[in-house]
């Protein structure tokens, strides 16, 4: 059971590039969440989705899009990368109830780097 | 608006000493509490989580937590520190959506 998969788990932009980080699971989970993880600043919820064709801001979706068209995936795109995205993202999923009550989830993380 | 505090960005202790790590919460509604760990290069995993069930929470490799709502806090302990204990420990709190602290880095020496 592979869980949570992300791809990649490196890469290095420059300013103005775009990316998409993808983001998979096999466990029919609904709920699906993307996070970035800053040093000092815990994670903090970028945007989710309750379910295909359903998705919603966190708390810090701006240079972000995502979009929900299977139950599995969940990709992540930057449009145009500012160092200031730099960080390491995760990416969390859970059966909806699960969701509700925060047990998520994670996959291994993917380290991104905006020169 | 929920919140999550946790008190020392850094924590030492020696190997066979007691883990106790710092966590309060803000939350206009009962809340689901949970303590995650992040071993290096890896995403996270739960630790414990709290649903009201009973104040004193068991989680896996030894570790418990007390909430105590007159404190507002949601303590993560473990009586005797093991060298692979060292991580960082997120405190999350849930009123439908997940909001996490800012985590403690738990060193753990010979």
């Known amino acids: 059971n592979a869980g949570v998969t992300q791809t990649p788990k490196f890469q290095v932009l420059k300013t103005g590039q775009s990316m998409t980080l993808q983001c998979a699971q096999d466990?029919?989970?609904?709920?699906m969440s993307w996070y970035r993880q800053d040093p000092g600043m815990g994670l903090r919820l970028i945007h989710y989705?309750?379910?295909?064709?359903?998705?919603d801001q966190g708390e810090v979706p701006n240079g972000y899009n995502v979009s929900r068209s299977t139950t599995e995936d969940f990709p992540l795109r930057l449009l145009s990368a500012a160092p200031s995205q730099t960080s390491v993202y995760f990416c969390?999923?859970?059966?909806?109830?699960?969701?509700?009550?925060?047990?998520?989830?994670f996959g291994e993380g993917s380290r991104l780097t905006v020169l | 608006a929920q919140s999550v505090t946790q008190l020392g960005s850094h924590v030492s202790v020696s190997e066979g000493a007691l883990v106790l790590l710092r966590c309060n919460y803000s939350?206009?509604?009962?809340?689901?509490l949970f303590w995650y760990v992040q071993y290096p290069n890896q995403g996270l995993q739960l630790l414990l989580k709290?649903?009201?069930?009973?104040?004193l929470v068991k989680g896996i490799n030894g570790f418990e937590a007390e909430f105590k709502k007159s404190e507002t806090s949601f303590h993560l302990t473990k009586p005797s520190a093991h060298m692979s204990d060292a991580a960082e420990y997120f405190c999350?709190?849930?009123?439908?959506?997940?909001?996490f602290g800012q985590g403690t880095i738990l060193t753990v020496h010979p």
């Open positions: 709290y649903t009201s069930a009973a104040t």
């Open positions: 939350s206009s509604v009962p809340p689901y």
């Open positions: 989705s309750v379910g295909a064709g359903i998705t």
């Open positions: 466990m029919n989970h609904e709920y």
């Open positions: 969390a999923s859970s059966y909806q109830g699960q969701a509700i009550t925060g047990e998520l989830f």
């Open positions: 999350a709190v849930s009123d439908g959506k997940l909001t």
